[in-house]
């Protein structure tokens, strides 16, 4: 069976996918209170704006607001169920309880969890083949997880490849025309290995492996268990006698980078480089205070998110949050921002991650690119994805450069005009580029 590749096909398509925030504890009843998120708009009470406005600077810092916060929830139970004296009271009581706070402990990670690949299907690229292609299945957490694992069909017998790990946007399994624009970083001189993730398909254009539409085990946890399913991966591909142990570089997009980040932070010493394009959820304080403030609803499934006590929310927030953890980074970061839509969340966020990682001395580049919305990356062989990608190919070269080639004159080929040929010629072959 086919799985297509058509740039102007699918693109379009992931572009609208890539735009959805994935859902955390989907099917919950709602906390009461926040039934209507949009309504709150309509008319808000001065006592609960006032205590929306202070909690923000001591949440978003990773203190312990626990106290003030419950006072909120429960001032909106007791509004939602009109009694409105009561509710104005509990948001003053709240103010009374945001001195003297304490900072949030640090989540305390285990180790990498250990796993081993099982090849479940070879697939074929036809502009790339010496590029291999592997759905690989593993077991994390009692999980069985699905992933592509591409790397040189022909190489030396000795060969050990530098291993990137790509963290795929949104949560809808990998996007299949990447296959392609991973074939060219294994051309480069690298192994490629990249999870669905927990909750999600394989592809996000479902082909059938072996008869079976396979579906990762578990359910999407928004940059919680994600993490394991992205070391787990890691753990199982430095098993192959063609890749060097130990040590890896991300890239990753969206949901992904996000939970690419955490990997790398969780790794310690074995990442070496990591490449984020518009990560998401880089400070969840944020993302859940903007709901609080009826502000833009990137956090789809905040309200969900809510049903827990307040005490595990907070703890929730500090395992999901990369600027609470960026102390913990130990590589070279290449942060790319599309500026097309500046001033949003996003960039918010990556402000606050950006202050952390000057006041831990950490060594990044953070990197708006022109005219480039949240998806651009998506948008092979467009001027914002190939102004990026020049820079990522000097950025890896630098900080973890592919195995040497005997072909040295292919292997320094500009990636920008490897991917334009790439996605010229998906866009010729519209039957597909991948199959069994």
Known sequence: MMLRSCTACVVSILAVLSLLVPVLYAGDTVRPGLEDMESWSVQVAPEETALVTALKEPLLSGLDVAAALQDWFDGRLLDSQGKKTEAQSKWQQGLGKLSGLQPLPPPQW??????????????????????????????????????????????????????????????????NNF??????????????IGPAM?????????????????????????LD?????????LSAAWK????????????????????????????????????????????????????MARGANNWLSWADFCNQPVADQLRGLMTRS?????????????????????????????????????????????????DGDHNFVLRIGSEPALYALKKQHAFLNTHYPPLASKNDAAVAQPAAEAQGAAAAGAEENAAGEVEQ
């Not at 294994?186 to 490629?192: D, F, L, P």
């Not at 790398?264 to 903007?290: C, E, H, I, M, T």
């Open 110 to 175: 285990g180790g990498i969890p250990d796993a081993s690949f099982t090849v479940l299907a070879d697939l074929r690229m036809g502009s790339f083949p010496n590029v291999g292609l592997r759905v690989v299945q593993w077991t994390v957490d009692n999980l069985k997880q699905y992933g592509v694992l591409l790397f040189p069909r022909e190489r030396p017998a000795d060969a050990e490849y530098p291993l990137i790990l790509y963290c795929h946007g949104a949560a809808f399994g990998i996007p």
């Open 179 to 192: 296959c392609l624009w991973l074939a060219e970083l294994v051309e480069q001189g690298y192994v490629v």
């Open 198 to 222: 927990r909750g999600e398909d394989l592809f996000q254009m479902q082909m059938a492996i072996n008869g079976q539409m396979l579906k990762c085990e578990g359910e999407i946890e928004n």
């Open 225 to 233: 268990g994600e993490v394991n399913d992205c070391l787990s991966m």
């Open 240 to 291: 192959l006698p063609y890749v060097r142990k130990n040590e890896f570089a991300m890239i990753g997009h969206s949901f992904g980078s996000g939970a690419g980040l955490l990997t790398a932070a969780r790794a310690g010493d074995k990442a070496k480089a990591v490449v984020s394009y518009d990560a998401w959820l880089v400070n969840p304080q944020r993302y859940y205070w903007d709901r």
């Open 322 to 370: 990369i600027v609470h953890n960026a102390w913990r980074l130990q590589c070279p970061l290449l942060l790319f921002m599309g500026d097309a839509y500046d001033g949003s969340v996003f960039h918010l966020s990556h402000a606050d991650l950006r202050r952390e990682l000057d006041k831990h001395g950490k060594k990044y580049v953070y990197e708006p690119v022109p």
